[in-house]
């Protein structure tokens, strides 16, 4: 290959991969969404909220976990999650949930949940 | 200000002289190297001293600190007392500061006549680190001392991560080593001359990091219990995307070694390398991903520093590149399939493509953050991305054997068609097997052709020295473990199955049947007896699921049950208990026989032929068991130990098993507890109790585990050769 040829190749290599990087993040990227934002969505977002715990049901059978989430304005949302229910959920105060709002409930594939500081009891004191 | 305090101090201003002098020594006052030497030597004493300290305040369960409050108790085993030096933030950047410090003494003599530079900027780097100790160090006191500290993370309390996080930050400082080489050369204005000693530090980066990396994927593999060995998190890329870059950087090395070229490309990559390992530890540590990680880390108000600590040092290395940037021109790289050149320049494409575009995915939050909105990346994206990118790697590494299989002048041999034509034979049996997603066929395709190449290569061509089998070795475990990958990753088999008490339930070719439930004597940990048979074989599984007072959460272990061919993952997820089923005791006199649910257990006599061989006592009760006609003997051990009494559960034939409780030698008397035995469900009991188990295949997964292996292993034989060879001139 010539000098000029090998150049053209290359940068062409690059912006092509530049652009199948930057196009797989477009697909892959979930904001973070207001419930009322997330609820008009129809792709895969990310909602941040406190959690009912007295509404929160799970199903051992069926393996479904189903509570509300209420956000910083006081508008709850009906959450729903098939999968392993993560091990600190009954403590857990705040929690983040991906999916997506589909028909009455939001379809979580996944869930962050935040704990409260385990360190709040020595910072008192 | 306390003793620790005043050791980080007095080592920080030591470092501060060290890196003053040997500038000064570089600068043309020869006289002061040895001065800086010194200073340097004093720094490490100090920063041993002060984590030999931490381990003792940690031993001496001095809670007053902070730290060891925090990350200890009284009831923990000396083992995990020595691992929580490092479970928290503040431990592990006074542990990567003594890495730094140990590491550099060997740096000092390895760097000959690059000394002053070398060692200027790699102190640079130690202070930076030591002023992050003086401003929060492992040695803040508490207003009042607790009774007893929280204890360490149980997910923590784990053989294998106790040695991951030593390795991970021995892996950083090392990528740090490079990176002064570099800078030093730049300084000097030599354009070659840091290339071959810099090298073997380089791949000794390489493996080390890749060590902590692979240790890390193991216990996530084997503790945590949701299946998988690697996530994307942003934890994990953080230590990922500097491990690709090094590994780039070893490649590059190599080429400028050989013919001079790539000397731009060097420079950066070396900066690189270590820049993304303080980029990383600002991203995990700073709290700015808190939303977007199932980690999270406390926000210890040095965010400023690291920020600071990336800024200056890339604008230095920036400065330095730009001035020398006409002297780095290098010649071009020879396009030529019969040599080396051509591969080894691709694979640095594809390293720093892969580098850059899991970067990219992990800074996702931070960037989209600082431009107002913030978006989450799903782990899909990396899968996206780095499977393409692993296809052509794969091809590459097969390719790149080409000048194994040149013969003089008269093209390609053919044992190199020969493997060609198996790999697709490869290729064609996983679409038989069931592999219908292109990708992973071209994957799984390429990399049975890295492997075949590989290993013909070799035997046609024998590599003459140890680093060049160094790198056969890796570069079949490369394509071994993409093989692994894909199988493990694409192609696992899962299925939940709900096991009421007693109940046998088939899933995968398996039947399963949960006994019961009981806790682990001495520990607070629950555990479930699951019998499995399949496959011609029968066994007792046991996962467990238990409550932990540290993590405020339920925390399970899964059961891995081992074939050539594939791994059977048990992983419990829920388990549920109206009444609780006590399990059945028996006393026994030395000689007495009793029966318990269609067993006839005799107490022959004790076994006290294991007393000594571990500190405390311990004394077994041999049993003989009659089932069905047959006799079967059983030994159950009771241990004392300095944590408290403690005995392991023993398999008694037909199900179950068997605990020994109490010990009475003078007496001659002993209590055994029957757990799970066939038919001890009371008739009502069936409905109360159920354990819901999700039950996985994991094709060829050891597969991956031999592959990251035999990558660890070549890496190590480089290694070594370079070392050598380095010191041989």
Same mark, same amino acid.
């Given at each position: 290959m010539k000098g000029k040829a090998k150049y053209i190749v290359g940068l062409v290599i690059i912006v092509a991969g530049v652009c199948f990087g930057l196009l797989s993040l477009r697909r892959n990227m979930t904001p973070y969404l207001s419930f009322a934002e997330a609820e008009a969505s129809r792709s895969v977002v990310q909602v941040h909220g406190t959690i009912d715990q007295a509404s929160a049901k799970y199903d051992p059978n069926e393996g479904i976990l189903r509570f509300n989430l209420t956000d910083g304005k006081g508008k709850t949302m009906p959450v729903t999650y098939r999968g392993v229910r993560p091990g600190n959920f009954e403590q857990a105060t705040s929690l983040v949930a991906i999916g997506t709002y589909r028909g009455e409930a939001f379809q979580a594939d996944q869930i962050l949940v935040k704990c409260p500081s385990k360190y709040q009891a020595l910072e008192k004191k | 200000m306390n003793l620790g305090q005043v050791l980080l101090w007095v080592s920080f201003l030591l470092s501060l002289g060290s890196v003053a002098f040997y500038f000064l020594a570089g600068w043309g006052k020869v006289k002061l190297l040895n001065g800086a030497r010194w200073l340097f030597g004093g720094e490490t004493l100090f920063l041993v001293l002060a984590s030999v300290l931490l381990f003792s305040h940690f031993l001496g369960h001095r809670f007053a600190y902070r730290y060891v409050a925090e990350y200890s108790s009284r009831d923990l085993p000396l083992f995990y007392l020595v691992s929580a030096f490092w479970a928290g933030q503040e431990g592990t950047f006074l542990l990567w500061a003594a890495f730094g410090a140990i590491v550099g003494l060997f740096l000092m003599r390895s760097a000959r006549e690059m000394e002053p530079g070398v060692m200027g900027v790699y102190g640079a780097i130690q202070a930076f680190l030591l002023l992050i100790l003086v401003k929060r160090g492992p040695f803040l006191l508490l207003p009042e001392v607790p009774e007893d500290g929280r204890g360490l993370n149980p997910l923590l309390q784990d053989p294998w991560m106790v040695v991951h996080p030593p390795a991970l930050f021995a892996g950083y400082v090392l990528l740090a080593v490079p990176f002064a080489f570099a800078l030093a050369g730049l300084l000097r204005g030599?354009?070659?001359? =840091?290339v071959k000693p810099a090298l073997p530090w380089t791949g000794l980066g390489s493996l080390v990091l890749g060590l902590g990396i692979i240790l890390g994927a193991y216990w996530a593999y084997k503790t945590l219990g949701w299946g998988g060995y690697w996530g994307w998190d942003p934890v994990e890329n953080s230590s990922f995307v500097p491990w690709v870059v090094s590994l780039a950087l070893l490649h590059g090395l190599l080429l400028q070694r050989r013919r001079g070229s790539l000397g731009r490309t060097n420079a950066i990559l070396a900066s690189l390398g270590f820049l993304l390992v303080i980029y990383g530890t600002f991203l995990t540590r700073s709290g700015v991903l808190a939303d977007f990680s199932v980690h999270s880390f406390t926000d210890l108000g040095i965010n400023g520093f690291l920020v600071a600590f990336i800024g200056l040092f890339a604008l230095v290395a920036l400065i330095l590149i730009a001035w020398r940037w006409k002297l780095l021109a290098s010649p071009g790289l020879v =396009?030529? =399939?019969?040599?080396h050149e051509p591969y080894l320049g691709l694979s640095l494409f594809l390293f720093l493509a892969i580098a850059l575009l899991v970067l990219l995915g992990m800074s996702l939050p931070l960037l989209s953050r600082l431009a107002g909105k913030p978006y989450g990346v799903q782990a899909s994206y990396y899968q996206t991305v780095v499977t393409p990118l692993s296809v052509l790697g794969a091809l590459l590494l097969g390719l790149a054997t080409l000048p194994r299989f040149e013969k003089e002048g008269r093209g390609v041999d053919s044992w190199f068609y020969l493997a060609s034509g198996l790999s697709a034979g490869c290729g064609v049996l996983a679409w038989f097997l069931g592999v219908r997603n292109p990708l992973f066929l071209l994957l799984i395709t390429f990399s049975c052709f890295a492997v075949l190449t590989d290993i013909l290569g070799f035997l046609r061509r024998r590599a003459r020295s140890l680093a060049r089998v160094g790198s056969v070795v890796s570069h079949l475990g490369v394509g071994l473990l993409l093989v692994g990958a894909v199988t493990s990753e694409g192609y696992t088999r899962s299925q939940r199955v709900n096991l009421p008490l007693n109940m046998t339930q088939e899933a995968l070719g398996y039947s399963f049947t949960y006994q019961g439930w009981r806790e682990v004597p001495g520990t607070a940990r629950g555990e479930m007896s699951v019998s499995v048979s399949g496959k011609g074989e029968q066994f007792t599984a046991r996962p467990q699921l238990f409550y932990s007072e540290y993590s405020q959460g339920v925390m399970k272990t899964p059961t891995i049950r081992r074939y050539p061919l594939y791994d059977l993952y048990l992983s419990p997820i829920e388990h549920y208990r109206t009444e609780d089923e006590e399990g059945q005791s028996l006393a026994l006199m030395k000689g007495e026989e009793k029966e318990i649910r269609g067993l006839r257990v005799k107490f022959l006599k004790f076994d006290?032929?294991?007393?000594?061989? *571990?500190p405390g006592v311990t004394v077994g009760a041999i049993l003989k068991v009659m089932k069905g006609g047959k006799i079967y003997p059983v030994i159950p051990y009771f241990m004392t130990t300095t944590q408290g009494p403690r005995s392991e559960p023993v398999n008694v034939p037909g199900g179950g098993d068997v605990t020994l /409780?109490?010990?009475d030698a003078t007496s001659g008397r002993v209590v055994l507890e029957f757990h799970g035995?066939?038919?001890?469900?009371?008739? /009502?009991? *069936? *409905?109360?109790e159920f354990l819901a188990l999700e039950v996985s295949i994991k094709p060829l997964i050891n597969l991956f585990w031999l592959g990251t292996t035999l990558v660890l292993i070549g890496l190590m034989l480089s290694v070594w050769q370079r070392f050598k060879e380095s010191e041989a001139c």
């Open positions: - | 030599d354009k070659d001359g =840091w =396009w030529n =399939w019969k040599t006290i032929s294991h007393m000594g061989e *571990a /409780t109490k010990v035995l066939p038919g001890t469900v009371k008739e /009502t009991g *069936a *409905a109360n």
